[in-house]
Nanobody
């Protein structure tokens, strides 16, 4: 069974940038949507951005700062994080939603924004 492997997390100062990557180890069929979610300590997991069906969707808190890109040649999705703020600190998870095979989740990538 395919797995999602994330990379690119790390620590940056406020105003800095990071790029998160998520790629499947094998083939995933019937993909409806790919996206990124995050979970900060003591908080519920929340949507960051999704892409699918020709549409992209962003949380209000990241609009204009984050960009999601999907590679349709393979099951891969990327998240460019610019103008990072301390409140962006969280574990970021990529996800793939399929039509018939359920959802896939990455292992999580820590993003820490601190001066």
């Amino acid at each position: 069974q395919a797995q999602l492997v994330e990379s690119g997390g790390g620590s940056v100062q406020p105003g800095g940038s990071l790029r998160l990557s998520c790629e499947a180890t094998g083939s995933i069929k019937y993909i409806d949507e790919m996206g990124w979610y995050r979970q900060a300590p003591g908080k519920q997991r929340e949507l960051v951005a999704t892409v699918g069906g020709g549409n992209t969707n962003y949380a209000d808190s990241v609009k204009g700062r984050f960009t999601i890109v999907r590679d349709k040649s393979k099951a891969a999705v990327y998240l460019q994080l610019n103008s990072l703020r301390p409140e962006d600190t969280a574990v970021y998870y990529c996800s793939v939603r399929t039509r018939f095979l359920g959802d896939y989740w990455g292992q999580g990538s820590q993003v820490t924004v601190s001066s």
